[in-house]
């Protein structure tokens, strides 16, 4: 830009706000003025230099007309103090007669139809051109028809009809497209694009955090809930088996980084927009792509308990943002509506209680093939308790086995298998993986990691024959340690 272009505008201001237009009133009466300067380049010229913080545009209300007008900003002062403000003369007026009453609202009231719909066509295909968010699209289409209405009332003065007043003050801005095309090159700057993903960063850290908080209760309570379930269920003869193991719990996590995502995506896209100025349609695809890396390289390094659900839900996360991008909020959207609340709540609740059916129904007298027949009644229990040498040794003992009744007892440990949401006792395992007397200790880490281990209390009654007292479901060892996703692809693939 003309650094004599910039100075005569800060000169313009030097003694107070001013209007676009009036800016164009007052640059069309100094003699001397750049032949580059016109008026269809006047408002580029005007948000170039309030994007470098020159001057800086505010709106201002007089006579119930809400304007939007411009003053010299601390960078404009220290570039005039540095440069010298400029000596101007001005033909056919002093530096205040130029600060007339503007004629915009006198046209509103006396022009008729034609003139406001020109001047409307022209405004409209103008907003069709500007590739600006709708806050910043909207105030720019404002000033243009402000410019318009006080141009047509000073051409009027001139003996112009109205309608010839529209048609020349259309013709000196120059085609529309061309005009918004200009505009949106003047305020689509690179600060202002780090300024929006700056903020769209730290709203999406927000929104992430909020949903991270919500979901963590939720994480927090599950054990609690699917232990009532379990035990609500058994009332009515259904037996529920909830595995509890670091995998179920760190799936239950990934669930909540779901909604974290999601919610951080949808509600960060249009602080980006603002305060970059763009559209949505603009940043949208460039912001899904960036959230989307940031959150792969996140879940490629997250130390996790894995297994291929775990893996799956891992991977989800990134897509979460992404979808929440494209569903982001709207302008006059509530952050999280109703039905979005309902949907991610009953989502949220099948991720956390049977996450891949891992929420299991068994028949609690079921006995695995190699064992004998069950005792006609039986009030026996298994009490666990874990040993301080690690988390894998237990010593397993019984509670309610009336010694005189049963002779030689033996806790055996049954490999299961799977059938959707049932489990039951393998039924192709002809003796038990291991065997040891009530009260004995018992290393999980034996067993295939993650798995369910059908436990069985068998014992020699008065008739001299086997039976089968006591059945239950119990977790093997927890998991394999923690890896990240690497790694685990790594071992795997």
Same mark, same amino acid.
């Given at each position: 830009?003309?650094?004599?272009?910039?100075?005569?505008?800060?000169?313009?201001?030097?003694?107070?706000?001013?209007?676009?237009?009036?800016?164009?009133?007052?640059?069309?009466?100094?003699?001397g003025?750049?032949?580059?300067?016109?008026?269809?380049?006047?408002?580029?010229?005007?948000?170039?230099?309030?994007?470098?913080?020159?001057?800086?545009?505010?709106?201002?209300?007089?006579?119930?007309?809400?304007?939007?007008?411009?003053?010299?900003?601390?960078?404009?002062?220290?570039?005039?103090?540095?440069? +010298?403000?400029? !000596? @101007?003369? $001005?033909?056919?007026?002093?530096?205040? &007669?130029?600060?007339?009453?503007? /004629?915009?609202?006198? #046209?509103?009231a006396?022009?008729?139809?034609?003139?406001?719909?020109?001047?409307?066509?022209?405004?409209?295909?103008?907003?069709?051109?500007?590739?600006?968010?709708?806050?910043?699209?909207?105030?720019?289409?404002?000033?243009?028809?402000?410019?318009?209405?006080?141009?047509?009332?000073?051409?009027?003065?001139?003996?112009?009809?109205?309608?010839?007043a529209?048609?020349?003050?259309?013709?000196?801005?120059?085609?529309?497209?061309?005009?918004?095309?200009?505009i949106?090159?003047?305020?689509?700057?690179?600060?202002?694009?780090?300024?929006?993903?700056?903020?769209?960063?730290?709203?999406?850290?927000?929104?992430?955090?909020?949903?991270?908080?919500g +979901?963590?209760? !939720? @994480?927090? $309570?599950?054990?609690?809930?699917?232990r &009532?379930?379990?035990?609500?269920? /058994?009332?009515?003869? #259904?037996?529920?088996?909830?595995?509890?193991?670091?995998?179920?719990?760190?799936?239950?996590?990934?669930?909540?980084?779901?909604?974290?995502?999601?919610?951080a995506?949808?509600?960060?896209?249009?602080?980006?927009?603002?305060?970059?100025?763009?559209?949505?349609?603009?940043?949208?695809?460039?912001?899904?792509?960036?959230?989307?890396?940031?959150?792969?390289?996140v879940?490629?390094?997250?130390?996790?308990?894995?297994?291929?659900?775990?893996?799956?839900?891992?991977?989800g996360?990134?897509?979460?943002?992404?979808?929440?991008?494209?569903?982001?909020?709207?302008?006059?959207?509530?952050?999280?509506?109703?039905?979005?609340?309902?949907?991610?709540?009953?989502?949220? !609740? @099948?991720? $956390?209680?049977?996450?891949?059916?891992?929420?299991f129904?068994f028949?609690a007298?079921?006995?695995?093939?190699?064992?004998?027949?069950?005792?006609?009644?039986?009030?026996?229990?298994?009490?666990?308790?874990?040993?301080?040498?690690?988390?894998?040794?237990?010593?397993?003992?019984?509670?309610?086995?009336?010694?005189?009744?049963?002779?030689?007892?033996?806790?055996?440990?049954?490999?299961?298998?799977?059938?959707?949401?049932?489990i039951?006792?393998?039924?192709?395992?002809?003796?038990?993986?291991?065997?040891?007397?009530?009260g004995?200790?018992?290393?999980?880490?034996?067993?295939?990691t993650?798995?369910d281990?059908?436990?069985?209390?068998?014992?020699?009654?008065?008739?001299?024959?086997?039976?089968?007292?006591?059945?239950?479901?119990?977790?093997?060892?927890?998991?394999?340690?923690?890896?990240?996703?690497?790694?685990?692809?790594?071992?795997?693939?």
């Open positions: 830009m003309d650094d004599k272009v910039t100075r005569l505008i800060l000169e313009a201001l030097r003694d107070g706000d001013r209007s676009g237009y009036e800016v164009w009133r007052w640059l069309n009466r100094v003699r003025v750049p032949e580059g300067l016109t008026e269809a380049n006047l408002y580029p010229i005007l948000y170039t230099l309030e994007a470098r913080r020159v001057i800086r545009g505010d709106s201002r209300e007089a006579e119930g007309v809400t304007r939007r007008v411009y003053r010299v900003a601390g960078r404009g002062i220290d570039l005039a103090t540095k440069q +010298g403000w400029v !000596a @101007v003369t $001005l033909h056919g007026a002093t530096r205040s &007669s130029t600060q007339t009453t503007l /004629a915009g609202p006198d #046209v509103q006396a022009a008729d139809g034609n003139v406001q719909s020109a001047l409307g066509e022209y405004v409209s295909k103008l907003e069709a051109g500007l590739r600006l968010s709708s806050d910043h699209l909207s105030n720019v289409a404002i000033e243009i028809r402000d410019h318009l209405g006080d141009s047509v009332g000073d051409i009027a003065k001139s003996g112009s009809s109205y309608s010839e529209a048609a020349e003050a259309v013709a000196r801005l120059g085609p529309p497209e061309t005009l918004a095309e200009a949106s090159l003047a305020q689509l700057t690179r600060r202002r694009l780090l300024r929006g993903i700056r903020f769209g960063g730290y709203q999406a850290v927000l929104a992430g955090t909020i949903g991270l908080g +979901g963590g209760l !939720a @994480v927090l $309570l599950t054990p609690y809930i699917a &009532s379930l379990a035990d609500a269920a /058994a009332t009515v003869g #259904v037996h529920l088996y909830v595995p509890e193991t670091a995998e179920w719990r760190d799936q239950q996590f990934m669930a909540i980084f779901w909604l974290a995502a999601f919610m995506g949808r509600i960060s896209l249009p602080r980006v927009a603002i305060e970059s100025w763009r559209t949505e349609a603009d940043v949208k695809v460039p912001w899904a792509l960036g959230g989307v890396a940031i959150l792969a390289l879940v490629l390094l997250v130390p996790a308990a894995l297994d291929f659900l775990v893996v799956v839900s891992l991977l996360v990134p897509l979460a943002f992404a979808v929440g991008v494209w569903r982001c909020q709207g302008a006059i959207d509530d952050p999280i509506s109703k039905r979005g609340a309902a949907s991610a709540a009953l989502l949220l !609740a @099948v991720l $956390l209680l049977t996450p891949g059916f891992r929420t129904a028949d007298g079921a006995v695995p093939p190699g064992n004998p027949s069950p005792a006609a009644s039986s009030t026996m229990s298994f009490t666990w308790t874990q040993t301080e040498s690690g988390a894998s040794l237990w010593h397993v003992g019984v509670d309610g086995l009336d010694v005189n009744l049963w002779h030689d007892p033996a806790i055996e440990f049954w490999t299961t298998q799977k059938q959707g949401p049932l039951s006792p393998d039924d192709r395992a002809t003796r038990p993986t291991l065997v040891i007397a009530p004995g200790g018992v290393d999980l880490t034996i067993f295939p993650a798995s281990l059908w436990v069985t209390l068998t014992a020699t009654g008065s008739d001299g024959q086997r039976h089968t007292l006591h059945s239950e479901l119990h977790a093997g060892p927890p998991s394999s340690g923690l890896n990240d996703l690497l790694g685990w692809i790594r071992d795997h693939f």
